[in-house]
Structures are given as structure tokens and as C-alpha cells.
């Protein structure tokens, strides 16, 4: 029952009935070491972006279709009046203006993040210089450029693509190397521990994580929270854990996030909407990135699905072989031979 003076619950989210000091976990770079979405992008000796990988759900390839749509025909790409008719006014100084796209991928900081060492792709010119979001969308309608952000949030005055929440709706892109600092304080409190993810409620996410914390040994959480669709992530786990924390049988809250932004907003929450006795429940805990593998940014294909890949690979060239194509055979006998194969053999054991 609500008690009176109690914050009603925003979102149609189910909280269940909890007891004494609860753990609540986040999953990506707090449980587990999130694959980053950039790592499926291919970029030349210049930095430029040039492919994605499409076994991984991203919306980036549309930024990629954007460059090469108006760099070969620009004039068709153009914004044209209210009437619909191409502008020669536009037409006549996009060249000088802005010329030909690149999309070059840089490393900076993000401060609304917390976060250092950020890859970012920067719509820019053949120079190399970024073409200043007033520019861009002097030329191009704001259609044209939603696969960018333009709000100047994690690059002031540029267009950027600074991250792809699309890659991170998959449960496959979910992290396999585990954080164990953080793990290790899951595992002592795993009887009254929840995760509470901002990746959105999608097919196979929540068992997806729950596979994933078994696997390396550890008991399910009590529930696992995903983020319905639409909703602020900051605002989403505020509420989650304000709704958790009002409760009178529970006793504190400690809550782990890697996430600037989210603690910032879980904190503001907590103290304006639901006043200072819930929030001295709750003890937030910025966890540290600093100390994130390399091996576990990539985002990789199952092991499974890699090995029958390979299967596949050396069938054909067994078929080339018997058919007297014996160049043909050779050539893809090379591509295999460079291929880890054997790691991936292993991985798929030890699963």
C-alpha cells in the first residue's frame, strides 16, 4: 500500500516489494565491460569511415550513405525551397563553402559524460576541417541530418556522431569481460542485488544479461530493470531506485554506474522530487573506466556463429579443390589461414 506523502511511481515500471540494504548494479562498463559501438566502423589511413560492419544493428551506415550520397551528387542532396525547387544560390556556393564530406573519426573529451579519450566522427571538409553546424544546415534540411547531432552536447558548434544507441538494443552486443573490482561486490551481495540497465527493453535483453552474469559464476539478480522505450535514461533509473528507496523496508541503497550523466540526474531526482529522507538511503558510486581493457571494446560476433563461418569458409575451398580450381582454392585457403581459427575453436569450448 502507498503510503501518504510518498512519490507515485511515473513510469509503468513494476517495482517489487524489497528488504534491508539493496545493491543496484549497472550493467555496461559497471558489471561487464561494454564493446564500444565505434569498433564496428572501418576507417582508411586517413581516418575516414568508410563501411560498417552490418552484422551488428547500428544506424551509422546511414551517416556513411549520407557522405557518399552527396559527394557524388551534391546538387540533388541540396535542401530545396518551400515550392520544392532546387536553389542556385545554394547550388552555386556549396563548393566553395563546403566541397566534398568526410567523415573523420577523433578522439576527445566529453566532459557531460565524465568521460575521457572519446571516439567521435566529425562531418567535415577534403581539409579536414569541421564544417560549423550553421553551415551544414544552411545547405542540408534537418531530415538530412538526424544520423548527426548537431546540439553542440558532446562537440560544440560541429556535427558529430559521438555514439549509436541502435548497437546497444541488441543483447548481442552486450559485454562478455567482466569488471571484477565491481563483480566481486555483486557476488557478496548477490541475494539482495538488482541490475538496472538504461539499454532499452528489447527481445532477449533482460535473459541476455542474466546469461551473462551466470557465466561467469555468479547467482541472478533479484530482477534485472531495462529502460522502456522513450523514456529519459537518467530520469528512468531515478525513479527506479526512488521507488526502491521510499520503501520503509528497506534500509540504503548502494548503487554503482559508470555513467556521469546518469548519476547526475539520479542524485538531482532523488533530492528535489523525492526530499531528503529517501535520498540519505541511497550511496551513489561513480565507478571508474579508467582501467577498461582493450580486448573487451570490440563488439565479436558469438563464437558459435564464428565457427560455423569458418565451417562454411572450408567447405567451399574443399569444393574448389575437388572441382580443379586449384588458384581459387588457394586464395581462399589464404584468407582462412589468417584468421585466428584456433582461438576462436578454444572460445567456443570453454563456453
Given at each position: 500500500m502507498k503510503k501518504e506523502g510518498q512519490v507515485t511511481n511515473p513510469f509503468d515500471i513494476f517495482i517489487p516489494q524489497l528488504n534491508g540494504e539493496v545493491y543496484i548494479f549497472d550493467m555496461d562498463d559497471t558489471l561487464f565491460w561494454?564493446?564500444?559501438?565505434?569498433?564496428?566502423?572501418?576507417?582508411?589511413?586517413?581516418?575516414?569511415?568508410?563501411?560498417?560492419?552490418?552484422?551488428?544493428?547500428n544506424t551509422f551506415h546511414k551517416a556513411v550513405s549520407f557522405i557518399e550520397e552527396v559527394n557524388q551528387d551534391?546538387?540533388?542532396?541540396?535542401?530545396?525551397?518551400?515550392?520544392?525547387?532546387?536553389q542556385k544560390d545554394l547550388i552555386d556556393s556549396y563548393e566553395q563553402e563546403i566541397g566534398k564530406l568526410r567523415l573523420i573519426q577523433r578522439v576527445v573529451d566529453i566532459p557531460i559524460l565524465g568521460k575521457e579519450d572519446q571516439v567521435v566522427f566529425v562531418l567535415s571538409r577534403e581539409d579536414g576541417s569541421a564544417v560549423d553546424v550553421i553551415t551544414l544546415k544552411k545547405y542540408f534540411s534537418s531530415k538530412r541530418l538526424k544520423a548527426f547531432d548537431t546540439r553542440g552536447k558532446y562537440?560544440?558548434?560541429?556535427?558529430?556522431?559521438?555514439?549509436d544507441a541502435t548497437f546497444y538494443k541488441s543483447p548481442r552486443t552486450l559485454g562478455h569481460i567482466p569488471n571484477e573490482e565491481?563483480?566481486?561486490?555483486?557476488?557478496?551481495?548477490n541475494d539482495n542485488a538488482v541490475?538496472?540497465?538504461?539499454r532499452e527493453t528489447t527481445e532477449g535483453m533482460q535473459s541476455g544479461i542474466i546469461e551473462r552474469i551466470e557465466s561467469v559464476g555468479a547467482e541472478p539478480p533479484l530482477i534485472v530493470f531495462t529502460k522502456p522505450m522513450g523514456l529519459s535514461g537518467g530520469e528512468?533509473?531515478?525513479?527506479?531506485?526512488?521507488?526502491?528507496a521510499q520503501q520503509d523496508s528497506v534500509t540504503s541503497i548502494r548503487f554503482y554506474d559508470d555513467n556521469l550523466r546518469y548519476v547526475n540526474a539520479v542524485t538531482d531526482i532523488l533530492q528535489v522530487t523525492y526530499g531528503p529522507d529517501v535520498f540519505s538511503k541511497v550511496n551513489i558510486y561513480r565507478v571508474n573506466v579508467a582501467g577498461k581493457p582493450e580486448e573487451s571494446t570490440f563488439a565479436k560476433l558469438s563464437?558459435?556463429?564464428s565457427v560455423k563461418m569458418f565451417d562454411a569458409l572450408i567447405k567451399a575451398a574443399n569444393k574448389l579443390d575437388i572441382m580443379g580450381l586449384n588458384i581459387e582454392a588457394n586464395r581462399l585457403d589464404s584468407i582462412i589461414s589468417?584468421?585466428?581459427?584456433?582461438?576462436?575453436?578454444?572460445?567456443?569450448?570453454?563456453?
Open positions: 561494454s564493446p564500444e559501438w565505434h569498433t564496428i566502423v572501418e576507417t582508411n589511413d586517413n581516418d575516414d569511415a568508410v563501411s560498417v560492419n552490418m552484422n551488428f544493428p551534391y546538387i540533388n542532396v541540396i535542401k530545396k525551397n518551400k515550392k520544392g525547387e532546387l562537440v560544440e558548434g560541429v556535427a558529430v556522431i559521438a555514439g565491481i563483480l566481486n561486490i555483486y557476488k557478496e551481495h541490475v538496472l540497465t538504461a528512468y533509473k531515478a525513479h527506479v531506485i526512488g521507488q526502491i563464437c558459435e556463429r589468417k584468421i585466428n581459427y584456433i582461438s576462436i575453436y578454444n572460445g567456443r569450448k570453454n563456453d
